[in-house]
């Protein structure tokens, strides 16, 4: 009989506890669901109150429960609210827990937090400062979008307060938009995410701290709309950068930026409509995709000895750019490249892809300086000519828009009538055979020469090449008669430059020097 009612009692007991698990119930104005034994999530706020307190613990059917979550939207559009007490035991805050809940004064955040959850704070404006726990993690995409309001993360000093808006000391955040359109000035971070910062219009300095798991030896990458519609940005204090991602510098109020040799690539729209207007693109950067410098106002671009491929659009618009330096690596321009812009003369090196693709060559044949009514000028050291196919339409041709009339072509000696035979090269009417000797007069246009056994401006010719005393530490290139670089360093080292006879054209920051050995 005692076994009997043992077992009785043990089946009443798990219905019971069963019934527990698949309901939810409300004490005191607030609705609780059980997640597992011993632990239940906040679901409902049905509360007008100015001030609640959420319990530790809740008992229901004889189940003391630790409360552990509040769920999706509990506090959302509540505009009663003024005073919130979380629980210690408190570990999750779920999406939209507080969107626009803008009455609420203050919030302390137990240490026990791990995760706050997609748009958790979304358009908050009546919070003033938030103070993070160490171990939380910000799980969610823009869990601080729109918001008015400090954030720190536990253990911030009140001098370090009184200089920036967000100070995050540890790696919390791996998701996208954590603070898109929020209402900041200066923030301090560890590493940056996705469009961390996007739309914040009032943004004005970044400091990025390299993250103690970051291999040292490497640069940061900026990711893709990260700064994206920073009106008001000036600076970004950071460790140097090994990529730019697509858009992360797009219609943001940055004039100028420092690019380290560690750069590898600039993405999809990276300056696009900024107000970058000088940049100086280090050796180890190749391509420039589209639409990179697209409706910016840049004038002065410097460096560019590593491209090999323009993208569609990179220059578009920029009406203040009216040169850009000689890029001896170029193989690919896309269509489009400098189109509007006010770019006055190009150079076409001796690496420039040649070859047609298909019905038509993508290179040079699909409006890459369309309305360049500024152009005056085109050095071409490549053969063979850049195009063979005719297009049926003009508004197609390279050069659309352009006065030809007052174009002067240099092309490699004894090879003009070759570019006349073709597409759009025959609309030209300035030919000179001298495009080799042009371009040392375009690159080192009033400099000194420096013949064997002499020195000019501690430049010297040596038994092994050449030495560039005062160049160390500064940015050296060599070029042959071609255009072809024959040595690069961005940080020259005081070493000789190992050369063979002939001439060459030698810069240092930009400044050039004819070379012969």
């Given amino acids: 009989m005692k076994t009997s009612i043992k077992h009785l009692l043990i089946i009443l007991m798990s219905m019971v506890s069963a019934v527990v698990s698949a309901q939810s119930f409300t004490l005191d104005g607030l609705e609780y669901k059980v997640m597992e034994v011993g632990k239940c999530e906040l679901i409902a706020c049905h509360s007008q109150a100015s001030t609640i307190q959420i319990p530790e613990t809740v008992t229901y059917l004889w189940k003391q429960m630790s409360v552990v979550k509040i769920g999706e939207s509990v506090f959302a559009d ?111 971070v560890k590493r940056l995410a996705p469009s961390m910062f996007l739309d914040c219009e009032l943004l004005e300095h970044v400091k990025v701290e390299r993250h103690p798991d970051d291999n040292q030896d490497y640069g940061i990458n900026i990711p893709h709309r990260a700064f994206s519609g920073c009106k008001s940005l000036k600076t970004v204090d950071s460790p140097p950068f090994a990529g730019i991602g697509s858009g992360a ?66 220059f578009e618009g920029t009406t203040d750019l009216e040169s850009i330096p000689y890029m001896p690596l170029l193989e690919e321009l896309s269509p489009l490249a400098f189109m509007d812009s006010g770019i006055a003369s190009f150079v076409f090196g001796p690496n420039f892809i040649t070859e047609n693709r298909g019905a038509y060559d993508l290179n040079i044949n699909d409006k890459q300086f369309k309305n360049c009514t500024n152009l005056k000028e085109l050095v071409c050291l490549c053969l063979p000519p850049l195009t063979k196919f005719k297009q049926y339409s003009e508004e197609d041709n390279a050069f659309a828009g352009c006065n030809v009339d007052f174009i002067d072509v240099h092309v490699p000696a004894g090879k003009w009538w070759e570019y006349q035979q073709y597409y759009p090269w025959y609309n030209f009417k300035w030919y000179y055979d001298d495009a080799e000797e042009y371009l040392q007069k375009y690159l080192a246009a009033g400099v000194e020469d420096v013949e064997s056994e002499q020195s000019v401006d501690a430049v010297s010719i040596t038994s092994s090449g050449v030495n560039v005393e005062y160049g160390i530490g500064k940015s050296i290139h060599v070029y042959d008669t071609m255009g072809r670089m024959c040595y690069s360093s961005r940080h020259y080292d005081g070493e000789d430059i190992p050369l063979g006879k002939g001439l060459y054209i030698l810069t240092v920051d930009g400044k050039a020097t004819k070379i012969k050995i």
Avoid: H
């Fill in 249 to 314: 510098f797009y219609r943001t109020g940055l004039t100028s930026i420092e690019l380290s040799e560690e750069l590898k690539s600039i993405g999809i729209d990276a300056f696009a409509e900024s107000q970058i207007q000088s940049i100086d693109i280090p050796a180890s950067v190749s391509r420039l995709e589209r639409g990179a410098f697209r409706g910016a106002p840049l004038s002065k671009v410097t460096g560019c000895e590593g491209i090999t491929y323009i993208g569609k659009r990179a």
């Fill in 78 to 188: 509540n505009t009663t609210l003024e005073n919130l007490t979380l629980p210690t035991t408190l570990e999750s805050i779920g999406a939209y827990a507080f969107k626009n809940c803008n009455g609420l004064k203050e919030l302390i955040l137990p240490d026990k937090l791990e995760f706050i959850r997609d748009y958790a704070f979304q358009n908050n404006q009546s919070l003033k400062e938030l103070i993070l726990p160490v171990s939380c993690k910000l799980a969610g995409d823009c869990v601080f979008e729109g918001v008015n309001m400090k954030i720190y993360t536990s253990g911030v000093t009140e001098a370090e307060k009184q200089m920036w808006d967000i100070i995050i000391t540890n790696e919390c955040f791996s998701n996208a938009g954590i603070f898109s359109g929020a209402s900041i000035r200066r923030a301090k």
